[in-house]
């Protein structure tokens, strides 16, 4: 009758292992053939592990140099040259990684949980400042708000399907046309989903016909937008060259 291996009992943090921890647990869970492997393939942590798509232990169907002593340990070695690897060293590594990718998966369905959470917290909140807001309130705190729902929409999105409204666009070229590339950076680095990459932001200064170059002044265009805008006075400050 055949039985199903007994659960595996993993450390809390487990998927946070690396170096010598990470080592000690291939030992004991796969014993000392693996953990010599794990060294010469450079897979120091879990992460690294989890990461190799193809079945590591495959490596012993050919021969290298460097594996040589521990090819000698993992298999069985016919005299005509056949080798084998031995059914419990196989039995133990799938029983290992069965372990960590049930809690990896784990670990990334609550992650998502509390993410949708979260989230829909949050809308909620939003709906009901929208709903209690007066006209002031609304027009000193819709940018802020706008800025805020943008991050958590996009927080729930792939970093390639970020999404950014028009009124986050306009702040990401003001910020940075006025702080420059290393201000915009900063801002950009510190608060993950809040503004494009600047790749994707100079797209859309170049659309809009906003290509700045240093010591070159646009009079023209600076009148031009002062009368479409319908401001009668326009005023600089020092440093302000960048933006004219």
């Known amino acids: 009758m055949l039985r199903n291996f007994p659960p595996l009992v993993l450390p809390d943090s487990v998927l946070a292992l690396e170096g010598e921890k990470f080592f000690d647990l291939v030992n004991q869970t796969c014993g000392e053939v693996v953990k010599e492997l794990m060294e010469v393939l450079s897979i120091n942590t879990v992460y690294k592990l989890l990461l190799v798509e193809n079945d590591i ?25 056949t080798i084998m690897l031995k059914p419990g060293l196989r039995l133990d590594f799938d029983h290992f990684m069965q372990a960590l990718h049930a809690v990896n998966n784990q670990s990334q369905e609550q992650a998502v949980s509390l993410s949708d959470v979260f989230f829909s917290s949050f809308q909620k909140l939003i709906e009901s400042f929208q709903l209690n807001e007066n006209d002031d309130s609304k027009n000193t705190y819709s940018f802020l708000i706008n800025f805020i729902e943008n991050i958590f929409k996009n ?3 792939n970093k390639n399907n970020y999404r950014y409204s028009e009124a986050v666009q306009h702040f990401a070229q003001s910020l940075y046309i006025l702080g420059g590339r290393n201000v915009y950076e900063f801002v950009r680095i510190n608060l993950p989903g809040a503004i494009p990459a600047i790749p ?5 200064l170049g659309k809009a016909g906003a290509q700045i170059e240093e010591g070159v002044f646009r009079y023209d265009m600076l009148s031009d937008h002062q009368k479409s805008g319908g401001y009668p006075i326009a005023i600089c400050s020092e ?5 004219i």
């Open 200 to 204: 994707t932001l100079e797209d859309s």
């Open 155 to 157: 927080l729930t999105r």
């Open 239 to 243: 440093d302000c060259t960048r933006v």
């Open 57 to 81: 232990l495959s490596i012993f169907e050919k021969k290298y140099k460097e594996l040589e002593n521990i090819t000698q340990k993992a298999c069985l070695h016919l005299n005509e040259g």
